[in-house]
């Protein structure tokens, strides 16, 4: 058999797929695409379009059911794990051990449990409409060995005044024009006193403070480690403490724009928020 011939003239994300299928690799469930159009198919792609912000519905992704909250954010949810696949790794074993803080409506939980089906996933997330759509999700998909919080990821178990915006952009710091609800937190780091496959999280800013916190516990226990970093244009830039911090444990990183600045220099902050990375850090 010709591989080399077979990939030639394909788009990288369908090289990678080919190559999958081509040596037996174990499929996700739902396969990676180019396109937001092509995972989608045109007719729903087209239908999620001409839907208004915050209006609620479900799409189909062969066998998988998705109910959303939110047609915009669910588009780029799906753009973000299903065609960059910003969380895709391989793993030794077959039942990896994975938190995701942040989780929405569950789009990740999907993903890593089509791709390991009998992982053990601790899925946290405050804001409430989201909450609702997470567990429907799981049940509509019939994931197994998925734990649910309704709670904010902190750095103690309390409660704490949380912005919601109907949609993936809801934290623990206000916002102009935001609604304040109180929310349960929790303190994750009784999760990490074993080993963790992978650890994600995207909480709005708040990583700032709870990385910090739970930084010994990460050095010590997790393999894999994604955050969303969000850099806010009235604060102090952590980044590089927290890279130093982790490159001293023997943790190698990889950035990428989650939200791209084409003009870095003169982009001007439309809110609070003037950058925003995807940090991948993984035991060497």
């Not at 591989?3 to 999958?20: E, G, H, V, W, Y």
């Not at 059911?65 to 949810?77: A, H, Q, W």
């Not at 791709?115 to 197994?144: C, G, M, T, Y």
Request: proline fraction near 4%.
């Amino acid at each position: 058999m010709d591989i080399a011939k077979q990939l030639m003239d394909l788009s990288p994300r369908k090289i990678i797929n080919r190559t999958r299928r081509l040596f037996g690799a174990e499929s996700n469930g739902i396969e990676a695409c180019d396109s937001i159009e092509n995972l989608l198919g045109l007719e729903q792609f087209n239908g999620l379009r001409k839907m208004s912000r915050f209006s609620h519905g479900m799409v189909e992704i062969g066998d998988t059911k998705i109910y959303f909250n939110d047609p915009t954010s669910l588009v780029g949810m799906l753009n973000e794990i299903f065609v960059r696949e910003n969380y895709q790794f391989s793993s030794n074993s077959d039942q990896p051990y994975i938190l995701d803080c942040g989780a929405n409506i569950g789009i990740g939980v999907i993903y890593l449990k089509k791709r390991f089906p009998k992982s053990v996933i601790h899925a946290f997330e405050p804001e409430p409409v989201a909450f609702q759509f997470l567990k429907k999700n799981i049940e509509a998909n019939k994931l197994d060995n998925v734990y649910v919080h309704n709670s904010a990821v902190w750095i103690e178990n309390g409660e704490i005044e949380f912005f919601s915006d109907g949609s993936w952009g809801g934290g623990i710091s206000e916002k102009p024009g935001s609604k304040l609800i109180k929310v349960p937190t929790i303190d994750i780091n009784k999760f990490l006193d074993r080993h963790v496959d992978f650890l994600k999280m995207d909480i709005e800013g708040a990583e700032s403070k709870v990385i910090p916190h739970l930084a010994d516990l990460i050095k010590e226990n997790v393999s894999r480690f994604f955050f969303e970093w969000h850099s806010m244009k009235d604060s102090k830039q952590d980044l590089g403490q927290i890279l130093s911090m982790f490159g001293e444990a023997g943790f190698r990183y990889h950035i990428k724009e989650a939200a791209i600045r084409p003009t870095p220099f003169d982009y001007v902050p439309g809110g609070q928020m003037d950058s925003q990375l995807d940090v991948f850090l993984q035991r060497s």
